[in-house]
């Protein structure tokens, strides 16, 4: 138990110093989301008060914005540029990661045109991280925090990308590696999860019965050493969504966008990339102006999006049944919060059926040659609805996440896509298919 045993004392308060705050750079304590208690830096995810989930805290280096523009601006073409804001060591950059983020804000003009969108719409597209998702960003600083607290292996529960990104990141940084995943994926991402030479396990059950098994596992000795990136772990991991939220700023020349559509499974990304928005604003290197966070889902798997309709404050946990795979957690930890950012940012959370998700993919692929997993598909969908809707105010600036790659979901449009004539190797034979 030596490492999942670290003391988290309520009382001491950790000091810039100690070698633990220097191994996580800014940051400064665990804070608990609902009662604000502080905890030391550690291997721990639930307050020990009141249950309530775990944060990172920081004292971040305000006064000087200009000179932390300039020195992010001169960083690696990576999420390790904006080091200074995240619970990593100051020489991140020199040890073994995948490196991830620093992905295209591409500016989407025809997709604009045909959604009838008057401002500048851009699509952030994540896809172009090493394993193809955005999850290579939580992961990577979830890898720095497990070999701080001395974990040996490396683990996650996962809806397919995760345990993709974590098997890369632990081959590359030198950890072994066991993911678990529902047994019915798709082949994309089992074979994206297996290729690194770990150890994948798939479970039959869905992602919310792997998830209760791994914090099962995390208690009982057979997961000594282990270091779950989205369970014990996840205050850190989830730290790594921040970046997201700097990247579009800075893209956008170190400016707020109005509005941000993000997918929601267990709600984390979007919970920290309101965090990181929130961090910029405070910093100085953005100007403070209202922003709207709309929140995505698969109609199959709506739990938070049924409950922002409903007004609830609380989530109905759903048994998801939807092609967005990756989104299909039907027990979101973070949906509560999501809910508070929709509605405190004057936002939405909006869901779409799996026919609109496969119209969207086709969609963005035949506007922008941007070929977006069915997460993306989702987002897409979801700003049309929005702005059909008069939710989305197509006169502004409105930024839409791709998280992830449509190769690990070719099974969602191989059904209606495909060659427009198979022929003979002749003109002749050409000519009669009718193309010219
Ligand atoms: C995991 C994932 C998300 C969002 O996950 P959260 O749990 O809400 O942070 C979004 N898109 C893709 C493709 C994912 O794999
Ligand atoms: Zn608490």
């Keep these: 138990m030596a490492v999942q045993s670290v003391e988290s004392s309520t009382t001491s308060s950790p000091t810039s110093t100690s070698a633990a705050s220097k191994a996580f750079g800014p ?41 932390l523009r300039r020195r992010i601006e001169a960083g690696p073409n990576s999420i390790w540029r ?42 952030k597209d994540d896809s172009g991280n090493p394993t193809h998702s955005f999850k290579d960003r ?9 070999r701080t607290f001395g974990f040996t292996t490396l683990s996650c529960s996962s809806t397919g990308n995760l345990a993709g990104a974590v098997g890369a990141a632990a081959a590359r940084a030198g ?78 020349g170190w400016r707020l966008p109005d509005q941000i559509v993000i997918p929601i499974a267990s709600g984390s990304q979007l919970t920290k990339i309101d965090k990181g928005l929130k961090e910029l604003i405070a910093l100085g290197l953005v100007e403070d102006k209202p922003y709207k966070i709309f929140g995505a889902q698969a109609e199959g798997c709506s739990p938070v999006s049924a409950a922002f309709k409903a007004g609830h404050d609380v989530v109905r ?13 039907g027990n979101p930890a973070d949906g509560p919060y999501v809910l508070d950012i929709a509605r405190r940012t004057g936002g939405a959370v909006e ?65 209606t896509t495909g060659p427009s004539a198979i022929i003979r190797p002749t003109l002749d034979s050409f000519r009669e298919a009718g193309l010219v």
């Design 82 to 123: 904006y080091a200074p804001l995240l619970p990593v060591p100051a020489d991140v950059a020199d040890l073994p990661s995948l490196n991830p983020g620093f992905t295209k804000l591409v500016k989407a003009d025809h997709l604009a045109r045909e959604l009838g969108v008057t401002g500048e719409l851009h699509i």
């Design 317 to 329: 946990p759903q048994k998801p049944r939807t092609i967005a795979k990756s989104l299909a957690i």
């Design 175 to 252: 950890f072994r590696s066991c993911v678990f995943i529902p047994h019915d994926l798709e082949a994309g991402k089992v074979v994206m999860a297996a290729v690194y030479g770990g150890d994948l396990v798939g479970i039959e059950g869905t992602y919310d019965d792997v998830n209760r098994f791994c914090s099962e596992l995390i208690g009982d000795p057979a997961g000594e050493g282990w270091g779950f990136v989205n369970v014990n772990l996840r205050p850190y991991y989830g730290e790594g969504s921040k970046t997201l939220a700097y990247e579009i700023c800075e893209q956008l």
């Design 138 to 146: 939580v992961v990577a600083i979830a890898v720095q925090a497990a």
């Design 27 to 67: 940051a400064v304590a665990l804070s608990c989301r609902e009662c604000g208690e502080r905890f030391d830096l550690g291997p721990i995810f639930a307050c020990e008060v009141c249950f309530g989930p775990l944060e990172v805290a920081y004292e971040l280096p305000t006064g000087d914005p200009e000179g």
């Design 351 to 415: 869901d779409v059926n799996d026919e609109q998700i496969v119209d969207a993919i086709k969609l963005l692929a035949r506007t922008e040659g941007i070929f977006a997993e069915t997460a993306g598909g989702v987002t897409v969908g979801v700003t049309k609805k929005l702005i059909e809707d008069g939710l989305l105010d197509p006169s502004l600036t409105t930024v839409v996440l791709n998280t992830g790659d449509g190769l690990k979901t070719l099974d969602a449009v191989a059904p």
